[in-house]
Antibody, heavy 121, light 106 residues
């Protein structure tokens, strides 16, 4: 069974930093690109970032470019999102998600349950 | 950036057919995926690459894509189909979602 378990969310002031983690299991981690997708409470889905199977290609949404950094660790079957210079509009549930294939190009096959990040003054 | 437009809401009578649209410039040249999201849950892929159903997705769900509109069709609607539905494409190395459509089954 595929499992994606996010952690690291919490309350943070504007300008602060957080690091999200996602522990993956139940599939061959190195065969899949991975993504972070967020959803503000009561709002729609917004893709944040994606990373290919070998970390060779990394993409970001314009809204987070220069502030967020995605990375992955094959030895730990884990995905990360370093979030710096956080803003109130970054408040959302952050989902870890598994791409269909190794590149940032497919639909999302599996999602974690999400971790909530709240940026408040 | 590439914009996808969905109706905010749609109602369908129990047992009838709902068609949820997703509009975008020349979307017919792209591959469209559809997700279902129920309250408090993560999204679930229900249609991929325009008209393919993943394992576990009911046959009542189908998709089409042509010109400037992609459509998710939910046939013989059930109460359990009540959810938010999102279309999604890739454009210029960016994953883009539509704003979502809330489907209500009456």
């Amino acid at each position: 069974e595929v499992q994606l378990v996010e952690s690291g969310g919490g309350l943070i002031h504007p300008g602060g930093s957080l690091r999200l983690s996602c522990a993956a299991s139940g599939f061959t981690f190195d065969d899949h690109a991975m993504h972070w997708v967020r959803q503000a409470p009561g709002k729609g889905l917004e893709w944040v970032s994606g990373i290919t199977w070998n970390s060779a290609k990394i993409d970001y949404a314009d809204s987070v470019k220069g502030r967020f950094t995605i990375s992955r660790d094959s030895a730990k079957n884990s995905l990360y999102l370093q979030m710096n210079s956080l803003r109130p509009e970054d408040t959302a549930f952050y989902f870890c998600a598994r791409d269909t294939g190794p590149y940032n190009s497919g639909p999302i096959l599996d999602w974690g349950h999400g971790t909530l990040v709240t940026v408040f003054s | 950036s590439y914009d996808l437009t969905q109706p905010l809401s749609l109602s369908v009578a129990l047992g009838q057919t709902a068609k949820i649209t997703c509009g975008g410039h020349d979307i017919g040249s792209k591959l469209v995926h559809w997700y279902q999201q129920k309250p408090g849950q993560a999204p679930l892929l229900v249609i991929y690459r325009d008209n393919n159903r993943p394992s576990g997705s009911p046959e009542r769900f189908s998709g089409s894509n042509s010109g400037n509109t992609a459509t998710l069709t939910v046939s013989r609607a059930r109460a359990g189909d009540e959810a938010d539905y999102y279309c999604q494409v890739w454009d210029s190395r960016t994953m883009t979602f539509g704003g979502g459509t809330k489907l209500t089954v009456l």
